[in-house]
C-alpha cells in the first residue's frame, strides 16, 4: 500500500488548507479500510486528527480541531481529504494519512509539512 499526501505549506493563522492523500496498491477494496489523518508537531507525539470508518459514514475529530476540520473521502479516487479552515499556529506539523486494514495492518504516507504563520 502506498499514500501520498500533498496539499501541505504555508498558511497564515486563519486561513485555509486542504490535504490530499491518493492511495494505491491495496490489497482490499479501498472502502473497507480505516482512514486516518494524524500529525506530530515538533518535540510532541504523534496525535490523531480525524478519522473515517471503513463504511465511511461517522467522522471523528480530535477535540483541538472540532468545528475547524473536516474529513472526507472519495472511495472511488482512493483518496481522503482534509480541509482545514481557521488555521491556528498550534496546527503546525507534518501531517500524516494513515490506512487501517481490518487485520489490524496499517500504512503511512510520509507526511506534509503544514505551517501556520501568525
Known amino acids: 500500500v502506498q499514500l501520498v499526501e500533498s496539499g501541505g505549506g504555508l498558511a497564515q493563522s486563519g486561513g485555509s488548507l486542504r490535504l490530499s492523500c491518493a492511495g494505491s496498491g491495496f490489497r482490499f477494496t479501498f472502502s473497507n479500510y480505516d482512514m486516518n489523518w494524524y500529525r506530530q508537531a515538533p518535540g510532541k507525539e504523534r496525535e490523531l486528527v480525524a478519522g473515517?470508518?471503513?463504511?465511511?459514514?461517522?467522522?471523528n475529530y480530535a477535540d483541538s480541531v472540532k468545528g475547524r476540520f473536516s474529513m472526507s473521502r472519495d472511495n472511488a479516487k482512493k483518496t481522503v481529504y482534509l480541509q482545514m479552515n481557521s488555521l491556528k499556529s498550534e496546527d503546525t506539523a507534518v501531517y500524516y494519512c494513515?490506512?487501517?486494514?481490518?487485520?489490524?495492518?496499517?500504512?503511512w504516507g510520509q507526511g506534509t509539512q503544514v505551517t501556520v504563520s501568525s
Open positions: 473515517t470508518g471503513r463504511t465511511g459514514g461517522r467522522t
Open positions: 494513515n490506512a487501517r486494514d481490518y487485520l489490524g495492518n496499517r500504512y
